[in-house]
């Protein structure tokens, strides 16, 4: 029966557990090895960090070279950090030549070398060459492998090509070909060789207009030509337009997580999603310079709300109404902030056009202002109803503080996308902060002109 779409195929913990406490390592393997090599991850995942490393090191190493990629961060580093390098060669043996990279960027430089010094040279010259790279660009990301052919080969001699090929387990999508010096000129669906008659020239079907990656692009980048062009694999080219390697589909889902992570931990003021396998005082440093802006807006905002102290010793109410301007004016902009920097991740806000969305985003505010100010104002007049002026104050704070707030969590990361920084960072602490300080400012100011 076949797995359906919400569920795993189930492993029995406990006759997994039952059969490493007994020693029938052999039975365990052979259990585990009919299972996929996600869900056998995810139970390792959930052991302890013994039992995963002591269950890891009887997989056979081509099973074990497919879960260990599956692994969580902290559990592979758990796992390789006292694995002998003559079991990691064996299992890096395994993979392909981006996962060999990932795994082997994970250990010090000393003991990377020692097991690319296992491998046959011939092996390891792409992994080495992708260790070069940096982690988050494209060279970073692609495989070395790929299925390549000059345009003047024939559909006959591709299908040929790719049987030779079916040992490697090759994933193909795409047959990207090449001139003499390898340089890319086009790409081939694979599904338009069957189509074709045997003895059609590659250059007579290949399309000669296609996406390709340099390099040194960053991941964010190719993730947003994955989705323009709904593409299932990518080329991947040096400065020369030389054929380097490919990017594909999977590769990119692992980045549109890691980025969303990343960026979701930003704008929490959290640092990066390192932060859940951190130590309790790692994870205490990464959040002390994001809550320090915090912390300085409301040492501002008390001296603010003290040099009014005579206003707000006149009229009490005032105080009770802080908490709800502040808060709504808050969510509007964390809301027109979350919309900003997802648009510029996914490419779909243009900051040429900045004036254009802060005017939008005002006329939004604007319209959620008059809104809820009428309805706050409306509450005021209930709740004191000898205090007209006080309703009209607090109706009127509202309304300006949601209308201030939308602009400014609208510019302030484009505004930092456009000086090169990372417009995650513009959420939480700073676009909050700097909104409690504007609605109390707005709030004492409107009651010192309309009250006394």
């Known amino acids: 029966m076949p797995m359906s779409a919400t569920e795993d195929l189930k492993i029995d913990y406990e006759q997994c557990d039952g059969l490493l406490e007994s020693g029938k390592k052999e039975e365990l393997a052979a259990l585990l090895s009919t299972h996929h090599p996600a869900d056998v991850a995810k139970f390792m995942n959930h ?17 074990a070279s497919e879960v260990i990629i599956e692994l969580s961060d902290e559990m592979r580093e758990f796992i390789l950090e006292e694995m002998e390098s003559k079991r990691v060669s064996e299992i890096v043996d395994h993979m392909d030549s981006d996962d060999a990279a990932d795994v082997l960027g994970s250990l010090s430089e000393e003991d990377a070398n020692k097991v690319l010094d296992l491998i046959p040279e011939e092996d390891t010259r792409q992994v080495k060459r992708l260790l070069t790279y940096d982690e988050d660009s494209a060279g970073g990301i692609m495989q070395a492998e790929v299925a390549s052919v000059t345009a003047d080969a024939t559909v006959q001699e591709v299908i040929h090509m790719l049987r030779d090929m079916s040992d490697k387990g090759e994933d193909i999508h795409n047959i990207f070909v090449t001139d003499r010096k390898n340089k890319l000129t086009g790409v081939l669906p694979i599904r338009r060789l069957v189509l074709e008659p045997p003895h059609t020239p590659i250059m007579d079907i290949m399309d000669t207009e296609y996406a390709a990656a340099y390099v040194d692009q960053d991941q964010e980048e190719i993730a947003r030509i994955f989705k323009k062009y709904n593409l299932i694999s ?34 929490a003021g959290a640092g990066s999603d390192d932060a859940i396998p951190m130590s309790i005082i790692k994870s205490a440093k990464s959040r002390l310079p994001w809550l320090f802006a915090s912390c300085i807006g409301g040492i501002v905002a008390l001296k603010i709300i003290g ?71 409306f509450a005021a007049s209930l709740i004191y109803p000898d205090a007209l002026r006080l309703s009209a104050v607090v109706g009127i704070s509202m309304c300006m503080s949601m209308i201030l707030a939308a602009a400014l969590g609208t510019m302030m990361p484009i505004i930092l996308f456009k000086l090169g920084a990372d417009p995650a960072v513009a959420t939480g602490p700073f676009v ?6 504007i609605g109390i400012l707005i709030l004492f100011n409107i009651a010192s002109f309309l009250m006394f």
């Open 234 to 267: 990518l080329p991947v080219t040096d400065p020369e337009e030389t054929l380097v390697g490919r990017i594909t589909i999977d590769d990119i889902v692992d980045v549109i997580e890691e980025e969303a992570s990343e960026d979701f931990f930003k704008m």
């Open 432 to 437: 909050t902060t700097s909104i409690d300080i």
């Open 47 to 63: 052991l302890s960090k013994e039992n995963s490393r002591e269950l890891f090191y009887i997989l056979e190493p081509k099973i």
């Open 307 to 377: 040099a009014f102290e005579h206003t707000l010793g006149q009229v009490v109410a005032l105080a009770s109404f802080i908490p709800v301007i502040l808060g709504m004016g808050g969510n509007i902009g964390t809301q027109s902030t979350t919309i900003v920097v997802r648009g510029l991740a996914t490419g779909s806000v243009d900051v040429g056009a900045l004036w254009k969305i802060v005017f939008k985003e005002i006329r939004i505010g604007f319209i959620l202002g008059v809104v809820y100010g009428g309805l706050v104002a």
